[in-house]
T-cell receptor
Framework: GDSVTQMEGPVTLSEEAFLTINCTYT??????LFWYVQYPGEGLQLLLK?????DKGSNKGFEATYRKETTSFHLEKGSVQVSDSAVYFC????????????FGKGTRLSVIA | GAVVSQHPSWVICKSGTSVKIECRSL??????MFWYRQFPKQSLMLMAT?????????EQGVEKDKFLINHASLTLSTLTVTSAHPEDSSFYIC???????????FGPGTRLLVL
């Protein structure tokens, strides 16, 4: 079945450091790919998404590119801030988001000043 | 906009009792809601899909008689854990899908501890 594997955390970075959180997936066909973020005490929020190969999703300085050849959707940000501290989930969906999501385990990011 | 709430945010109960968790879409109508479960250091796993006015669709391995889902209105779905046992202790998260919109909006989750 479909699955998502993302790097285990926690990840601790200093402010303004470069962030990469790796995510790879296994799925048949062409799933849509997502990154969700969960801030402390809040629900998951959609951070960005890509629905086809080579698409790049971006939001709030975060980027991820849908790489079908490597079945990857790595999350990157050039300069993290303390306010980026949260848990990040990589996920896939058979459609564009109106079907159940398959999630990775989540990666906790802590950014220190 | 697009806020989903869950109540309670955490609950502790005795083994054998039943616990009801509510999921509400506060500012939109949700034709479909999903219930997920997350164990520590594990992924969110889909438990069931809840459609307003019809029976929920459960994932393989999820006992429908143990996890009762009722989606009685376009803004409310409830998950009742019946005869709870310690192994049911987990983090339960719902998401709501607005009609015609391809984005799921998630609630903040409910942490259940069964003693």
């Amino acid at each position: 079945g479909d699955s998502v594997t993302q790097m285990e955390g926690p990840v601790t970075l200093s402010e303004e450091a470069f962030l990469t959180i790796n995510c790879t997936y296994t799925a048949t066909g062409y799933p849509s790919l997502f990154w969700y973020v969960q801030y402390p005490g809040e629900g998951l929020q959609l951070l960005l998404k890509a629905t086809k190969a080579d698409d790049k999703g971006s939001n709030k300085g975060f980027e991820a590119t849908y790489r079908k050849e490597t079945t990857s959707f790595h999350l990157e940000k050039g300069s993290v801030q303390v306010s980026d501290s949260a848990v990040y989930f990589c996920a896939l969906s058979r459609n564009s988001g109106n079907t159940p999501l398959v999630f990775g385990k989540g990666t906790r990011l802590s950014v220190i000043a | 906009g697009a806020v989903v709430s869950q109540h309670p945010s955490w609950v502790i109960c005795k083994s054998g009792t039943s616990v009801k968790i509510e999921c509400r879409s506060l500012d939109f109508q949700a034709t479909t809601m999903f219930w997920y479960r997350q164990f520590p250091k594990q992924s969110l796993m889909l438990m069931a899909t809840s459609n307003e006015g019809s029976k929920a669709t459960y994932e393989q391995g999820v006992e429908k008689d143990k996890f009762l889902i009722n989606h009685a209105s376009l803004t409310l779905s409830t998950l009742t854990v019946t005869s709870a046992h310690p192994e049911d202790s987990s983090f339960y998260i719902c998401s709501a899908l607005a009609g015609g919109v391809e984005t799921q909006y998630f609630g903040p989750g409910t942490r259940l501890l069964v003693l």
